[in-house]
């Protein structure tokens, strides 16, 4: 894995229009691995975690939960965390703003100590990402809890040791929040029913594993979820399930090259609604088993895109998709209706000759016979996977600048794209200065 400096200092050469043949092997989901290793503080025995991805979120929350008396030891895709230790130490503000994950440790701290402190979490910069919902589930759930100068500070109220089971009503099926009041009220005394719950597969997954360690929840994967609190939890050895946003980001890469790639293991059922969308545009998609998927390409038609929390469509799929419907025959709307602001990569595209349009919330694309390779800059996590796949169908070079971004949250994307044949390499601008000109 790069550093920080290495990746400010680095960029990504893509020479455009090779096309990709072959089998991608599919990494652990980084959203799911994220709140696991936060929700291994709620027992206090050894957790194993296997298929864990490689990439800097990962190293950032492992560091985190080192700083607040956690004990862990990575070994490749393998890590054990064993939590006995925890102390009152604020998790350091410099690791938790930069992302969003690091806030999910609120609800297990909470729930082993009685009381704790975490900064406002960071993450993507695609809209203001207020903590409202999680404060609101804790606060019902029998916590004190206010915000100091960018700190939440949470306690259980009165002299009650335990948090206490109530019944809970989301104003939004909030992932994040829905995972907080989970594993809040895994430890908590008596029943906790969450409402409009986050029905999204890393909420499934993560009820698996808190199930592993003897928590007793109901109804993950439906809008009710229920948690009947125990005393304690015991140690686990738990595989973390495929990454669907890389999977969905690798078909996508098949598609816009026009060739025919196997992805492996995925769960088709995760990405039923990018499966949908990706037939309705031409491509076939082929479900060659349980964990299985191979991208059969076609020309590609116009369609309309609306993300929504899941079984809609996924808003971590939105940017890569319009890269997409770029080059597709037609117009195509694309409504982001899950973040105020995810549109960023829009300009970027348009670098590269896209002809995309936006008003509020929708963006307008216009397809167009085909992009020129640019140099262009990553604003978020998946405007750079955007930004990469459009490289991979344009004329000419491309040059993905901003890399801290992809580097968060994809497990050696480019690595994986060079062994289906791209011609894609990171240059070190130190290096090869000539790269480093952008804007
Ligand atoms: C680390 C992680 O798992 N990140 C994922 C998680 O983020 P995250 O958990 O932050 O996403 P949420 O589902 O909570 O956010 C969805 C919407 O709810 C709003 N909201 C959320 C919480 C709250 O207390 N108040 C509030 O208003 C947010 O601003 C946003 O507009 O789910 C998102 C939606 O699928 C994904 O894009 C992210 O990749
Ligand atoms: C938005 C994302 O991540 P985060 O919530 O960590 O910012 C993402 O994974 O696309």
Request: net charge neutral.
């Amino acid at each position: 894995m790069t550093t920080p400096l290495e990746e400010q200092q680095s960029v990504l050469e893509i020479k455009g229009q090779t096309p990709l043949k072959g089998e991608v092997h599919i990494s652990g989901a980084k959203n799911s691995a994220l709140v696991l290793m936060a929700g291994a503080i709620l027992c206090s025995e050894d957790c194993r975690l296997r298929n864990l991805p490689l990439l800097a979120d990962i190293e950032r929350m492992t560091q985190i939960l080192a700083a607040i008396g956690v004990k862990l030891n990575r070994n490749g895709d393998v890590i054990d965390i064993n939590a006995q230790d925890i102390g009152q130490d604020q998790a350091p503000y410099e690791l938790v703003s930069q992302l969003r994950a690091s806030f999910f440790v609120i609800g297990p701290l909470l729930a082993r100590l009685g009381m704790t402190r975490v900064p406002l979490p960071g993450g993507c910069a695609i809209g203001a990402r207020p903590v409202d919902l999680h404060v609101r589930g804790l606060q019902a759930m029998g916590a004190d809890v206010r915000i100091e100068h960018g700190v939440v500070h949470a306690c259980v109220r009165g002299n009650r040791k335990r948090l206490q089971g109530a019944k809970i009503y989301l104003d939004y099926p909030s992932v994040g929040a829905t995972e907080t009041i989970m594993m809040a009220a895994t430890l908590a005394e008596g029943e906790t029913i969450i409402e409009n719950a986050a029905q999204e597969p890393e909420i499934i997954d993560l009820a698996n594993f808190c199930r592993s360690m003897g928590a007793r929840i109901k109804g993950a994967g439906t809008n009710t979820i229920v948690v009947s609190g125990v005393e304690r939890l015991h140690s686990t050895d738990y595989c973390v399930i495929p990454d669907r946003i890389e999977a969905g980001t690798l078909l996508i890469a098949g598609a816009i090259t026009h060739s025919e790639i196997t992805l492996n293991p995925v769960f088709p059922e995760h990405l039923a609604s990018v499966i949908a969308k990706l037939r309705e545009m031409g491509p076939q998609v082929v479900i060659e088993g349980p964990d299985r998927l191979r991208l059969v390409p076609a020309p590609l038609r116009a369609t309309d895109i609306k993300t929504l929390p899941f079984p809609g469509f996924p808003t971590d799929m939105q940017a890569q998709f319009m890269a997409l419907l770029t080059l597709s025959e037609g117009s195509s709307m694309v409504t982001e209706t899950v973040f105020e602001n995810r549109l960023r990569h829009v300009a970027e595209l348009q670098r590269m000759g896209a002809d995309i349009r936006v008003k509020g919330n929708i963006a307008l694309v216009k397809g167009v016979p085909f992009l020129s390779g640019a140099p262009v800059m990553a604003t978020d996590l998946r405007a750079s996977a955007a930004l990469v796949l459009a490289g991979l169908a344009a004329q000419g070079t491309t040059i993905v600048q901003g890399l801290h971004h992809l580097d968060r949250g994809y497990d050696n994307l480019e690595g994986k794209l060079r062994k289906l044949g791209a011609n894609i390499r990171r240059v070190n601008v130190v290096d090869e200065p000539e790269h480093s000109i952008v804007n």
